[in-house]
């Protein structure tokens, strides 16, 4: 009971200076002095009736104060209100989740119910702040009982799974927009590549989810939609999901770097004629390791090295029939994988050295797909396909909160963007959207 004496009397002396604070008073001073009296006073800065909970009643309530004089037309204790045709009407408490955790407000009435706040509207029982705080934490991975836990444990607040899913499902129509929006003209090149997640349709099965991933004219990253798919991954459904890239305005793709799918480079050829299909250099090797023991996984890597890096055609060939003949003997199966797949590996070796680096060394897809693999592993499997994507989605707008992988991005394809703008001389005209 004295701390929440305290606690009263602390935000009354704040608003006491607020009152009579002198011009040359700034804002900083009276902060600190309400800090220094709390501390004194021994009143906590956060938890229940902490300074920071009362501060943020004493805002709330003093901006909803605001609204209804602008709504009535008369402040408080003013004269007139009754002539008006409508007045003030008391208050109704009601406790809003905010991210110092719960605080009781009074929200002010009039007589005709007419009056609608903005800054804490009705049936609303959390701030925004809290919604996006739960977004974030959603997009890391966290499920929808380990956000409950979290704020209960961290801002002694009480939120059930349900609420937590309801507000993640607000950015469900941000993502049908975001999903459907126009596209660049031409892209340099676009990752593709599918991750499978479990869901529950009748029974749990692993299904695809199809991502595009594209490095615009400028060099920055774009993803360009997420699609879920039945069954394993096939190139019919890549067809499909290239189809409907191309109808969103993408009318060119310098470059395609892909996995070894059968059938995919002729259903990226039936979409853009003019693109150049790239085996995936990462993908390759991980193919080649499952084949392979993991005792020799670095001999592997050390022995197709000379391979993807040699300066022509012929020279990898001759170090890849080096390779075959040191290790084709104890995994066939790598030699063949290599066989199957060269005519989409070796086109990168023509190109300048910029474009072959960026190309095999940066594995771009891998690291979003990486950021999807954390945040769909804690769920282990999903209700739907909605629920599925909805999880996906949010890992993905979460990537680079600070904007700082973007300038490295970048910075790092400045010089390959000047080697494509010569190499497909004429193609590469600014985006537009």
């Not at 119910?113 to 903005?118: D, G, I, T």
């Not at 050829?269 to 993991?294: D, N």
Request: glycine share 8%.
């Amino acid at each position: 009971m004295t701390t929440v004496i305290q606690a009263s009397e602390a935000t009354d002396d704040l608003e006491d200076a607020v009152a009579r604070k002198e011009p040359q008073t700034s804002d900083r001073e009276l902060v600190a002095k309400l800090v220094e009296q709390a501390r004194a006073d021994g009143l906590e800065l956060v938890g229940e009736n902490g300074l920071l909970g009362r501060l943020t009643k004493l805002v709330l309530e003093s901006a909803l104060e605001g609204e209804i004089t602008d709504h009535l037309g008369y402040d408080k204790h003013e004269r007139g209100g009754s002539h008006a045709g409508n007045a003030r009407n008391g208050t109704r408490t009601k406790t809003v989740i905010t991210d110092v955790g719960p605080v009781e407000i009074s929200v002010p009435r009039d007589r005709d119910a007419s009056f609608e706040p903005k800054i804490v509207a009705k049936r609303q029982r959390r701030l925004s702040g809290v919604d996006e705080m739960v977004i974030s934490l959603a997009a890391k991975g966290l499920t929808t009982g380990e956000i409950s836990a979290h704020l209960a444990e961290v801002y002694g607040t009480q939120v059930s799974k349900q609420t937590i899913s309801t507000i993640t499902d607000k950015v469900i129509e941000g993502m049908t927009e975001w999903q459907n929006r126009p596209l660049d003209a031409v892209y340099p090149v676009v990752f593709i590549d599918a991750i499978h997640v479990k869901i529950r349709d009748g029974q749990v099965a692993n299904r695809p989810v199809y991502v595009a991933l594209a490095v615009t004219v400028d060099g920055e990253r774009d993803i360009l939609g997420l699609w879920a798919g039945d069954g394993g991954e096939g190139a019919k459904f890549w067809l499909h999901v290239l189809t409907e890239i191309k109808n969103r305005g993408v009318a060119d793709a310098l470059m395609v770097v892909c996995d070894g799918l059968k059938g995919l480079p002729q259903a990226i050829e039936q979409v853009w004629p003019q693109t150049v299909v790239q085996t995936c250099v990462v993908h390759l090797l991980r193919a080649s390791f499952r084949y392979a023991g993991r005792q020799h996984w670095d001999a592997i890597a050390k022995a197709l090295r000379p391979v993807y890096t040699a300066p022509t055609e012929a020279a990898a060939l001759e170090r890849f029939m080096e390779f075959a003949e040191a290790w084709g003997g104890r995994y066939p199966a790598i030699v063949k994988l290599w066989e199957d797949a060269w005519a989409e590996f070796v086109p990168f070796l023509n190109f300048d050295a910029e474009i072959r680096r960026v190309i095999c060394s940066t594995n771009a897809i891998e690291s979003v797909n990486a950021r999807i693999r954390r945040a769909v592993k804690a769920r282990g499997h999903f209700p739907n396909e909605q629920a599925a994507l909805k999880c996906v989605y949010m890992a993905i707008m979460s990537l680079d909160p600070t904007g700082k992988g973007r300038k490295r991005w970048v910075t790092r394809w400045k010089a390959a963007l000047n080697a494509f703008a010569i190499t497909f001389e004429g193609r590469l005209s600014p985006a537009s959207r």
